[in-house]
């Protein structure tokens, strides 16, 4: 979705995200208003050297499915626009024009040491 300070959980089923230099997603999510967004963990190592199997092996996230509505004005609009001017400062949060909202619907769990699967 994007950096820290460009997405927010608003509810336990609800993330916003700014779309920022997002124009190829955001036609994509014109076309199809669902999305799939994959958060984890990877050993603070593994980016400055080749991942290993064991490495892999401790990578932990989770995939987040669920469908999109493309907001460019109204309060949680508005709302995401300070967030990044507070994170990444007034310029940047020129630029937000869209906020992505995913309504979460499935997630699966992630692990390098296995096979993902459904948890909620």
Do not use: C, F
């Amino acid at each position: 979705m994007g950096p820290v300070g460009t997405t927010s959980a608003l509810s336990p089923d609800t993330i916003a995200a700014a779309g920022i230099l997002m124009s190829k997603t955001l036609k994509n999510l014109r076309e199809n208003l669902k999305a799939a967004v994959v958060v984890n963990s990877v050993p603070e190592a593994s980016w400055k050297v080749e991942m290993s199997a064991e490495k892999y092996a401790q990578v932990a996230g989770v995939q987040i499915k669920g469908s999109v509505t493309l907001l460019t004005s109204d309060d949680v609009h508005e709302e995401m626009k300070d967030l990044v001017s507070k994170a990444l400062g007034p310029q940047v949060s020129q630029a937000v024009n869209t906020t992505v909202m995913l309504k979460v619907e499935d997630i699966y769990s992630l692990s390098g040491a296995g096979p993902s699967k459904k948890i909620a």
